[in-house]
């Protein structure tokens, strides 16, 4: 194509830019990596399921990184919030959607939407300030699992709501007609005909609210209690992933130091996962929206 | 190529538009072939109509004719296109200057949404005019010429796409004719406008005939009848479209040599 | 068995009623709350209640917007803070921008629809968009802070959010560019401009709405931003000198305070609803910005 020299300066500055923009994702891994190959090495894959305890020191051969309870915590409280999000999530969209008069469908997603907005600290200081002392008072400690999945239910659900909304509003106008037209109720309607059509867009924001909750850290931080134990039952403190890596960061030297980017290789990993799974479940159901 | 200059006043007479001639053009987008083979001249100073049904590759040719086609990812040109002496389609063409010397307008007006005179002054600032004394007459010289100048001259701060569809597209005129083209391409220019607006349209598109060659494609039979000194047919049976017949329009229209062109002019297929 | 239907079919629609009502009870529980416990370190104790209590409210929060944090801030104000904060978004802005307006118009405008290295780039920057945060601050601190030497500094921590907010800018950028139709190329293509005239005359223009509005929404993403700055920006409560100094910004300072700092959560309370506060102006002027760009593209139709 004839482009002058300035031009076809520009024209490569732009294709470099786009270049660097590509490549930070795979220099993250890489540093990533990099940074946590002394923990795979030096305390390898078997201690960090088998050790005594979580008392982990700059020299591996002193210390004990026994990661089981905090890999259970980041489990146990995203898998509790995302049970909670994802129906009520879905349902409040399908209220947003089908049953709600057109002014309170309005103001409920800019409530919605208000709720996106609101930075992690928020929710932690409103979870410790208010929630963790009622929880206190029905079972102590107050800080724990669950106080911590409430507060991570709250923080996901605008995701769940909002992407579910997009994806009932993005399935064809034509089912909605032809449901109504056999004069089914809208329960059958929004049970039969909407959700199946839907589905791989809620799908996806259900596994997208889980990816938020996995890689939620401050609010976590501040109400879950932050011990490293594994918790006995849903009132019992927990520490997560991101915490460990929240708290521990300041300190922490050498093979500690190391752990603890292997803590989050392990978070890049599930994450990786489950955008690799929203990828398939997309491919698949794209027939079902217009 | 000579690279753009400043735009001067060229004295318009059908002398200094060139003749442009099609040998042996194949267009293709990819594996599909649009034009097949259409060999074609047009003769300075005239209008040519370049007629048939949808899909015969009527806006393939007329896009090809300023290079526009480069725009389409996978479009393959082939053949032979010279603009008077020169060689349009050769990879060295410098197609910024040829589009200078070949202007085109558009099945629907498409004004930059900005006021009326930035859209004329743009293409002149963009080419190397400077002198804004020139430029302001340029202006007011093409929109008289287009006669929107009365229509216009109180509000050229405003948006253009304030006006109407008629003058809309007039004003797309002015501004391909503020570069002092040599040849105009049209697609279907009247198709979105009104019958009044299309009437002022063809009046001024016969009378740009002095200035330089005019292409327009069409749909519209009467229209072709009306306006152009030639026509050329294109049909396509599937394989790309292949030019049937061209022509002085009345002949054609009067006594077509080829059946298609006859069944295509009474309205039997197409 | 209709009348079974109908049972069932009565649930749902009670539960589809019912659940909105814990979702924006609970979070406008916690709006309530903080715009009450926030507020409460503004209103003047019943002693001060002398002249005129809305000019004592006022001249409270300039007081708390401009002066440093004293005893670890449970006291003072968040001066120092506010200008760390503000040096850390510039720092980022001005990274971000320039790479992802650079990379939207290499994307949109000058790649092949179907190339291969385009994907490859939206792929790996929607990728990017997943990452957690705290994953940002790890990198951020071995990458700014270790391995170019940064340290803990304002300027790191810039550079760490300038990653964080890129995905969002560019999509921002990208969805700018479609918005001006595909005529106005074609217009501006015939009339003999070159493809980076184009840009700068007629598309970067029209498209100057939406890029600004992933301007906006950048910013609020990185204000909200904790994690990612912890070890990388630093802790440092005092007055940055320079963007190599340490500086905490107003998300960190809620953290450390509600924390670490005991008898901190007045303070804390007042910061977030400063920072909430802010982010309401910016997304209300987002908002703004966006509804006006889509009254413009009625007005190509």
């Known amino acids: 194509m004839f482009q002058s020299n300035k031009d076809r300066l520009l024209t490569a500055l732009v294709i470099g830019m786009a270049a660097i923009a590509g490549s930070i994702v795979v220099i993250i891994a890489i540093f990533v990596v990099k940074e946590s190959i002394p923990a795979m090495t030096h305390i390898g894959g078997s201690r960090f399921l088998t050790d005594e305890s979580w008392h982990p020191a700059d020299d591996a051969p002193r210390g004990q990184f026994n990661l089981l309870p905090i890999l259970l915590g980041t489990v146990l409280s995203s898998m509790g919030a995302i ?23 309005r103001w409920y997603r800019m409530i919605i939407e208000l709720m996106a907005g609101v930075p992690s600290v928020v929710f932690g200081l409103w979870g410790l300030v208010v929630l963790v002392p009622i929880v206190a008072s029905i079972h102590p400690p107050g800080q724990s699992l669950f106080t911590g999945i409430i507060i991570l239910t709250l923080m996901i659900l605008p995701t769940v709501v909002l992407l579910t909304d997009a994806a009932f509003s993005s399935v064809s106008h034509s089912y909605r007609q032809g449901a109504a037209a056999l004069g089914l109720s809208r329960a059958t309607t929004v049970l039969s005909v909407m959700i199946p059509a839907a589905w791989s867009g809620i799908v996806t924001a259900v596994l997208l609210g889980l990816v938020r909750a996995l890689g939620e850290t401050m609010a976590v931080v501040m109400v879950c209690g932050n011990v490293v134990r594994l918790p006995k039952g849903l009132f019992d403190p927990v520490r997560t992933l991101t915490g460990t890596i929240a708290l521990e960061m300041g300190y922490a030297r050498g093979d500690h130091r190391a752990s603890l980017f292997f803590c989050g290789m392990v978070l890049l990993i599930l994450v990786a996962v489950l955008v690799a799974s929203i990828e398939i479940a997309n491919r698949r159901g794209r027939h079902d929206t217009t | 190529m000579t690279s753009s200059k400043p735009v001067s006043v060229r004295d318009p007479s059908p002398q200094n538009s060139p003749r442009v001639t099609a040998t042996n053009l194949t267009i293709r987008y990819g594996d599909k072939v649009a034009l097949r083979d259409v060999s074609l001249t047009f003769e300075p100073g005239t209008i040519t109509a370049i007629l048939g049904p949808s899909g015969s590759g009527k806006t393939s040719l007329l896009t090809s004719l300023n290079r526009l086609t480069d725009l389409i990812p996978g479009c393959r040109v082939d053949g032979s296109l010279l603009l008077g002496e020169e060689e349009v389609l050769r990879q060295q063409t410098d197609v910024v200057s040829l589009r200078h010397r070949v202007g085109m307008i558009f099945q629907r007006p498409n004004l930059f949404p900005m006021s009326i005179r930035r859209n004329l002054e743009l293409p002149l600032r963009e080419h190397g005019s400077r002198n804004q004394n020139q430029i302001n007459e340029k202006i007011e010289r093409t929109l008289v010429e287009v006669g929107l100048w ?32 040599e040849v105009l391409l049209l697609d279907e220019p009247c198709s979105a406008l009104d019958p009044i607006s299309t009437g002022v349209v063809e009046t001024l598109l016969v009378n740009l005939r002095s200035r330089c060659t005019l292409i327009v494609v069409t749909h519209n039979l009467a229209q072709a009848r009306r306006i152009a000194d030639k026509s050329a047919l294109l049909w396509s049976e599937g394989d790309g479209g292949r030019l049937v017949e061209t022509g002085e329009t ?19 297929v197409g | 068995m209709t009348r079974r239907k109908t049972w069932f079919q009565f649930l749902f629609d009670v539960s589809v009623w019912l659940s909105p009502l814990p979702i924006a009870g609970l979070f406008l529980w916690l709006i309530g709350d903080l715009i009450l416990r926030g507020s409460g370190a503004f209103w003047p104790d019943a002693a001060e209640v002398g002249g ?10 300039i007081q708390f917007l401009t002066a440093a944090p004293e005893r670890a801030g449970r006291g003072g104000g968040i001066g120092p803070i506010l200008i760390s904060t503000g040096l850390i978004l510039s720092v980022c802005m001005t990274v971000a921008l320039p790479i992802g307006l650079g990379t939207a118009i290499g994307l949109s405008e000058f790649l092949p629809v179907n190339s291969r290295f385009g994907r490859l780039v939206r792929r790996s920057l929607d990728v990017l968009s997943g990452v957690p945060s705290i994953v940002f601050g790890l990198f951020g601190n071995a990458f700014f802070c270790r391995f170019l ?4 500094s304002i300027a790191s921590g810039g550079l760490t959010l300038a990653c964080m907010v890129l995905p969002l800018l560019i999509r921002s950028a ?8 595909d005529s106005q190329r074609q217009a501006a293509a015939a009339l003999g401009f070159s493809r980076w005239s184009t840009v700068f005359r007629i598309i970067l223009p029209q498209a100057s709405l939406g890029i600004v509005v992933g301007l906006i929404l950048g910013t609020g993403r990185a204000l909200a931003e904790t994690a990612a700055l912890i070890f990388t920006s630093g802790y440092v409560d005092r007055m940055p000198r320079s963007l190599g100094d340490s500086g905490r910004s107003l998300s960190i300072h809620i953290y450390d305070l509600s924390m670490n700092v005991p008898g901190g959560n007045e303070n804390a309370y007042a910061s977030a609803l400063v920072l909430v506060a802010s982010l309401a102006v910016i997304n209300l002027g987002a908002h703004q910005l966006m509804t006006r760009l889509l009254k413009r593209e009625v007005a190509y139709a």
């Open chain 2, 250 to 268: 009345r002949t054609m229209f009067g006594s077509p040599r080829e059946s298609v062109t006859e069944a295509y002019l009474r309205g039997y």
């Open chain 1, 83 to 105: 049970c909670v999000a994802a129906p009520l999530g879905v349902l409040s969209a399908v209220f947003c959607q089908f049953y709600a008069p057109l002014r309170v469908a």
């Open chain 2, 150 to 181: 009365d229509e216009v001259k109180d509000r050229m701060e405003r948006s253009a796409l304030t006006l109407s569809g008629g003058q809309q597209q007039r004003l797309c005129l002015a501004r391909a004719l503020v570069l002092d083209p």
């Open chain 3, 174 to 181: 990208e969805e700018g560019f479609r918005a001006v139709p």
């Open chain 3, 52 to 61: 005129n209590s809305v000019v004592i409210v006022f001249e409270q929060i």
């Open chain 3, 149 to 152: 030497g940064l340290k803990f």
